[in-house]
């Protein structure tokens, strides 16, 4: 799971032209299996995305192909399969 806050400073104007470009290569790594839900709490200026790699580079490295990623603090947290899947 990646919790990405926003940076100190950011604002709408430095978001919102960075969503066209957001949304097509969060489908792209979605499309390649490397993420899959995204939420945002725009109150608390945080990010949750469920992301899957082999490893924590592997996913840092397709969170920061997301445009927005040059705006967050990105913090990564294993976590385990859901209860009653296959390990």
């Known amino acids: 799971m990646v919790v990405a806050t926003f940076k100190e400073g950011?604002?709408?104007e430095d978001i919102?032209?960075?969503?066209?470009?957001?949304q097509k290569q969060a489908k792209l790594l979605e499309d390649q299996g490397l993420i899959g839900s995204i939420k945002v709490a725009?109150?608390?200026?945080?990010?949750?995305?469920?992301?899957?790699?082999s490893d924590q580079e592997s996913v840092l490295h397709s969170i920061e192909t997301l445009p927005l990623a040059k705006l967050w603090n990105i913090?990564?947290?294993?976590?385990?399969p859901p209860a009653g899947s296959a390990f």
């Open 10 to 12: 950011v604002t709408p």
């Open 75 to 80: 913090e990564l947290f294993e976590t385990t």
């Open 42 to 53: 725009m109150p608390k200026k945080t990010v949750f995305i469920e992301a899957f790699g």
């Open 16 to 22: 919102r032209p960075l969503i066209p470009e957001e």
